[in-house]
């Protein structure tokens, strides 16, 4: 069976998309997904650069909500849609995403960590002054670090997004150099009952593998996991669901044998 829901997508409601949201639900239906989930950003205190102008990642949720209920009201019958947000991590803010998360009555949450010391790996300033690895290796930490110290989350999204950015991207990149954090991430994923998400965005930028390796996947599921959803990351209505062919091979490969979609915070499961 083909990927028929897209769980990870940007529309104008996030502060780097200029998507319109019915053209986004459009392209869906004309695909024949049967499922969407539309997970704008929500990234508290993050710094203000000239490409970030400040509160560019601040969700305006009552906005958000009232356009996507009167959408899903819309093409009801044609195409479910989620109500979703990508919460961006960091340890300092965990009590106001904790809040935030729970003051909301989010479909589904996808953690996510686009900062690290305060630096966003698309900037060049996150590599300067270290190695491609080191660099990595500091990223994946981080991550560690917040799952470690939050939970309150469905999926943890594009698990190694810091490869989309350096000098060579995946050329050099393998599971095994970075095993001791990633090992320690999948433990601590299973055991706070969390699932991962495979996204496809690197997929267009280049990548030989989506997010995360496959490396990574199939580690996961031979730890028993089976909590993964499917996103494009798509930021623009011609990118939904993108390269679902691919990953519903990846996945055959990995030993899934589903996939997840989530409604009010609880998972159900599509056969492959």
């Known amino acids: 069976m083909p990927i028929l829901a897209d769980c990870h997508l940007h529309s104008c409601f996030s502060g780097d998309s200029d998507a319109p949201m019915e053209a986004m639900i459009q392209r869906a239906i004309s695909l024949g997904l049967s499922h969407m989930c539309f997970t704008e950003h929500m990234d508290l205190d993050f710094p203000q650069t000239p490409e970030s102008p400040a509160g560019m990642f601040e969700l305006r949720t009552d906005d958000y909500r009232a356009a996507l209920m009167e959408y899903r009201k819309r093409y009801e019958g044609q195409i479910q849609i989620g109500f979703g947000v990508e919460l961006g991590m960091q340890p300092h803010i965990n009590a106001e995403n904790a809040r935030y998360a729970n003051a909301c009555d989010f479909d589904f949450v996808i953690a996510s960590t686009h900062l690290v010391d305060r630096m966003d790996p698309y900037e060049s300033s996150y590599f300067a002054g270290r190695s491609q690895e080191e660099a990595y290796r500091r990223y994946f930490e981080a991550e560690l670090e917040s799952m470690a110290s939050y939970t309150d989350y469905d999926v943890y999204g594009h698990i190694d997004y810091v490869i989309r950015y350096g000098r060579t991207r995946d050329k050099e990149y393998c599971y095994e ?35 995360p390796c496959t490396p990574f996947l199939k580690r996961y599921r031979k730890m028993g996991g089976s909590v993964l959803t499917v996103g494009s990351d798509a930021h623009r209505a011609a990118d939904v669901a993108s390269h679902f062919g691919q990953a519903a091979e990846v996945l055959t490969d990995c030993g899934f044998t589903h996939y997840c979609t989530f409604r009010q915070r609880r998972p159900s499961f599509h056969r492959l």
């Open 177 to 211: 150099k970075y095993a001791d954090l990633f090992d320690r991430m999948i433990d601590l994923l299973l055991s706070a009952q969390k699932g991962i998400e495979l996204n496809t965005g690197g997929l267009r930028k280049g990548l030989r593998q989506p997010h």
